[in-house]
């Protein structure tokens, strides 16, 4: 799969386009591009390795189907993936023999991108490529892998397959590997630009980028996507959509009422958009749903509403919003303080009847 | 009736309790409003910026509260006999007891110890409020600060994601609901069962004893 730069699918000029958008995302200077563009392009950059495991084919979706050529050719032509079972043309066990050979002859260079969560329970009998469980599979490729780079949230944290009550005991990589670097590139689906500037910079400076503290790299998931949204002046100023379809959500203000999660996610969505049509989510109309973080399955959920539900303990699945919860406690808290109060009064009541009874 | 008068409360503590106090007010109005911000406007280039501003209160009022914090936990260890923890933490046998036949007290059996500081059921929910004041500055500070990276890993490690932090404060919000609502109350429902100047002892600093009864600690 590996080709030139002469290839005729990709021009030098769109292919230094591509560089130059990930370059302006990592946040580099323009001086980078050619080190850059020498790298994705030598002879000796490592091979790529694709995992797939418990997904949609999103996350691969989402790069095929980059408007922008550039961006998607630079991904899957320049960059050897040399095994991706979507893309790969070989099947069975043509396909397998690529993958052993690959990392047989690439061991400690190859980078490994894993696509989907890992199933754990019952000795991750939940997944099997070939007769064998991703765990297997995983446990085999990674660790001789110079680094892992989960793409989506399922790699990532778990995705939907680890949401309550999560039956196959899904995880994400990071859970499970130790030894290997491994890069988070959350969402669902992840923008391309954030995998792909992961890449560049492993290939260019060959170590991976800086990250936070759930191995996201920052120049992608350093910033609270409200802290870049365009319609931060409409929260900053109290205009609010209330309902879908009303004249505050036609007139595009903020989604916050609506349940947008921008406040607690971090991506650069509203930066850098997606297929570079100049789009995402909040530009649309619909609030955030915070792809990005662990178990938004379960955290983020109602989506529109702006927090979680409180599930009474004991109470059969009793769910209450953190606001009718609060108000009832406050209730049942100033009805104790009222017959406190009135057991006092009685009280004073019968005393004084029982001592003009004494006299 | 003969009263001794007693200084039980330094000044810091009363400054303590009211900014305390106040600054909880404040966060929880203010809060509120976060959460659901009850006023809406189409009006543009009039430079109110409601939320803004609702949100800089509400931060204002939260470092407030720390400094209030710092100071309590400061007089926990360095301030007079009354206000030293062990004064009121239900740790040793004579607060344990004291724990215990408050709770009677306030069921309308038996009698008042009589001391000069806490008592030790109240002094309990004290250390509980500090301990979810602790919660909610920390909590507050990893939304506050979403880009320093020590404070991700504390927040990460203590409540999770920023939603889930955000979930947790805005819990924690409803415990000092429920404490403002019952401690006023207490305080004053002890003011009229026993005239020792309870209210007044948090502005003045005094309370007062009946000289036969005297405080017994
Ligand atoms: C107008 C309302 C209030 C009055 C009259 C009042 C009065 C008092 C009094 C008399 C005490 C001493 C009680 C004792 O010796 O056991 C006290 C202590 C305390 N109050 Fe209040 N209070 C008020 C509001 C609040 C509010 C809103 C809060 C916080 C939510 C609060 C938090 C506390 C705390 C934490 C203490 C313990 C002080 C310590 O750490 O030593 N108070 N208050
Ligand atoms: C008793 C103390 C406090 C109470 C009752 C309180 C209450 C609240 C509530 C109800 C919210 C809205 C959450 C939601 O439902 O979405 C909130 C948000 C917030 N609070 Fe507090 N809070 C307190 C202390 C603090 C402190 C000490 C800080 C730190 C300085 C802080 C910082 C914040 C921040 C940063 C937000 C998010 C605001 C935003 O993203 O727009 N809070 N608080
Ligand atoms: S739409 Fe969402 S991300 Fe944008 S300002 Fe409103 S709450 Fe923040």
Known sequence: MSRTLWDPEVSRRSFLKGCAICCAALGLSDDIIPKMAEAATSKKRPPVVWLHFQECTGCTETLLRASHPDVARLILDIISVDYHETLLAAAGEQAEEILRSTVAENSGKFVCVVEGAIPTKDNGIYCKIGGRTALEILNEVAPKAAAVIAIGTCASFGGIQAAKPNPTGAKGVRDILNTTPVVNCPGCPPNPIAFLGTVLHFLTFKRLPPTDRLGRPLFAYGRKIHDHCERRPHFDEGRFAEQFGDCGHKNGYCLYKLGCKGPETYSNCPAVRFNDVGVWPVYVGHGCVGCTEPNFWDTMTPFYERLPNVSIPGGNGINNSAESFGKKALGITGAAVAIHALAGIGKKLAQKKGETGDE | ?217
Do not use: C
């Open chain 2, 1 to 217: 009736m003969d009263y001794t008068v007693k200084k039980v409360w330094s000044p810091l503590l009363r400054l303590y309790h009211w900014t305390f106090a106040i600054s909880i007010g404040t966060l929880v109005v203010t809060g509120l409003y976060i959460h659901d911000p009850w006023t809406n406007s189409t009006l543009f280039g009039t430079g109110k910026f409601t939320m803004a501003l609702f949100r800089e209160i509400h931060f204002s009022a939260g470092f407030a509260l720390m400094a209030a914090f710092i100071a309590r936990v400061y007089l926990l260890i360095f301030g007079n006999k009354e206000e030293r923890i062990l004064s009121f933490a239900p740790v040793t046998p004579a607060n344990i007891r004291n724990f215990f036949s408050t709770i009677g007290y306030y069921l309308y059996f038996g009698k008042k110890e009589h001391r000069p500081g806490h008592n030790a059921f109240a002094g309990t929910f004290y250390l509980l409020t500090l301990f979810f004041a602790l919660g909610q500055i920390l909590s507050g500070l990893y939304l506050m600060y979403p880009e320093n990276l020590s404070i991700q890993g504390m927040g990460l490690a203590l409540f999770g994601t920023q939603q889930e932090a955000r979930f947790i404060h805005h819990l924690i919000m409803w415990y000092f609901m429920l404490f403002a609502l019952v401690h006023v109350y207490i305080v004053i429902w002890n003011d009229i069962m026993d005239p020792e100047g309870l209210v007044s002892s948090i502005f003045t600093g005094r309370k007062f004893f009946e000289k036969k009864a005297g405080p017994s600690a």
